[in-house]
């Protein structure tokens, strides 16, 4: 099969481009935790500096409730975003299955040219041999 090469250059191809979208969504993730780790800190930040004073407490109560709701935006899509980087490396980790698979087929295909090249020149040996006897 020629067509091995050319099959195993375009699988190289598409898991290379696959570990750029991997690199991305990782970055997105990484993103989503800092912004929620920010929020986190902002909101015992706010709990702190209300934790004195009653009219302060009573704004933050409904400060609070908002910042929940972003929460659990955060949250959601942090959760979406791990999910959609687990599903790339999943289709990456195929991606290499099938990069050795054709690569063990090309090595296979090798061993059995050269398997045939050995054949055709022991054979080539014997007429030789056998027309130099007669």
């Known amino acids: 099969m020629r067509s091995l090469p050319l099959l195993i250059r375009l699988a190289r191809q598409r ?15 990484l993103a989503a935790e800092a912004a929620l780790t920010e929020q986190e800190a902002r909101m015992a930040t706010e709990r702190a500096q209300a934790a004195g004073d009653p ?29 959609r980087e687990e599903a790339i490396r999943a289709a990456l980790a195929e991606d290499f299955a099938a990069l050795k698979r054709l690569e063990l087929a090309l090595q296979a295909q090798q061993r059995n040219a050269a398997r045939e090249r050995e054949r055709k020149a022991e054979k080539a040996a014997e007429d030789t041999e056998l027309r130099r006897l007669r």
């Open 15 to 29: 898991a290379d481009e696959r570990r750029l979208v991997l690199a991305v969504a990782e970055q997105a993730r």
């Open 55 to 83: 009219e302060a407490m009573a704004r933050w109560g409904e400060w609070s409730r908002a910042a929940a709701r972003q929460r659990r935006r955060l949250l959601e899509g942090l959760g979406a975003r791990q999910e």
